[in-house]
């Protein structure tokens, strides 16, 4: 595989020391409405449905089994809503069987499938996609489930392990991708040219984890150089948001990072925060990310070098966000209370 240098500004990137708390909430976020679920029920996944309203995933109903001294725990049956505009519709989910929660919604164009992986035992996967009335199971790649992401260069499948493939009519190709990349987190496309790949590598010296990124160019995957973090940092991709070729966003676990197309800039989350666990870009620019601070996820953006804090219903936490495309309208998903949650700022 060639390797795409990146020249790094002064040999390494940026690091930008910014306030952990902002000084003044963001627009405030209010509640939307759900339709019934069973108790103990949350969202962690909402996409665009590409017509105005948005998917939302997740899990309802989840319990433990008492085991002597331990619980085991079951994450309930699947979630999938899709919001109109005014309601809430649900569809079948054919071919769905064990237990489990939906993992990853992906919409392109006419396309929109859902993915959930093994939680449990010998519990398959499950891999559909939308025909308009009901969810068709689709055969995947490996038991336990894949991954999804459907977009401008196709539709893809990604696992842990690092291996791709990609839908050649009705079946799954695999297609070669850099050598480093031990696992893969995120996998998205801005156009049939320009697809990227995130997730982490190891270091020679053993299982030091460290960030790795590779993009399509259309014809096959080529390794990017990634952002640098500081000496002993353990740290890996989690999301990536392509907006340009010159404009590209990556959360890990404790960091921002922004590719300009020459360099990469490195912001550290907000203080605080134990993990960012999702990402997503508004029209003008603005990366929004959900985090952890004091392990309750929270919702913040970044603007003018500084984390703005966004101002929410009260107990309610977000595992989940999007933005609708060309707007500034975000939504976010996730719970309140032993209950499932949406709020957006439209």
């Not at 619980?71 to 699947?78: F, K, L, M, S």
């Not at 695999?174 to 050598?179: L, T």
Request: aromatic letters at 12%; a negative charge; hydrophobic letters at 40%.
């Amino acid at each position: 595989m060639k390797r795409i240098m990146v020249a790094v500004v002064g040999m390494t990137a940026a690091l930008v020391a910014v306030p952990g708390t902002a000084q003044a909430a963001v627009t405030d976020f209010h509640s939307v409405s759900l339709p019934f679920f069973w108790p103990n029920a949350g969202l962690n996944e909402v996409t665009p449905d590409g017509a105005g309203g948005v998917w939302a995933g997740g899990s309802q109903g989840a319990y433990c089994v008492p085991l002597f001294d331990y619980c085991e725990p079951y994450n309930g049956n699947p979630v999938v809503r899709r919001y109109t505009g005014s309601s809430w519709k649900e569809y079948p989910l054919k071919g769905w069987s064990g237990d489990g929660g939906i993992g990853t919604i992906s919409t392109y164009g006419a396309e929109t499938w859902i993915s959930a992986r093994r939680t449990w035992g010998d519990t398959p996967g499950y891999l559909a996609r939308f025909d308009g009335s009901a969810f068709q199971r689709v055969a995947g790649v490996h038991s336990a489930g894949d991954r999804v992401s459907t977009g401008p260069a196709g539709t893809w499948l990604y696992n842990g392990p690092g291996s791709v493939y990609r839908r050649d009519g009705s079946a799954w190709t695999p297609v070669p991708i850099p050598e480093e990349m031990r696992s893969i987190n995120d996998l998205q496309a801005r156009t049939a040219t320009d697809a990227w790949l995130v997730g982490n590598r190891y270091t020679d010296a053993g299982n030091h984890s460290l960030p790795a990124l590779a993009h399509f160019d259309g014809t096959s995957w080529t390794s990017v150089t990634p952002p640098d973090l500081p000496a002993g940092v353990n740290d890996w991709i989690t999301k990536v948001v392509p907006v340009a070729a010159d404009d590209v966003w990556v959360i890990m676990n404790g960091y921002l990072a922004h590719w300009n197309g020459g360099a990469w800039t490195v912001v550290p989350a907000p203080e605080n925060s134990e993990i960012l666990y999702d990402l997503a870009v508004d029209a003008s620019g603005t990366p929004w990310v959900a985090a952890s601070p004091g392990g309750d996820p929270n919702l913040y953006r970044y603007s003018g070098g500084a984390w703005e804090l966004a101002a929410m219903p009260a107990g309610t936490r977000v595992n989940g966000i999007t933005v609708l495309p060309g707007t500034s309208t975000i939504w976010g998903v996730g719970f309140n209370n032993g209950s499932a949650a949406a709020i957006t700022n439209s």
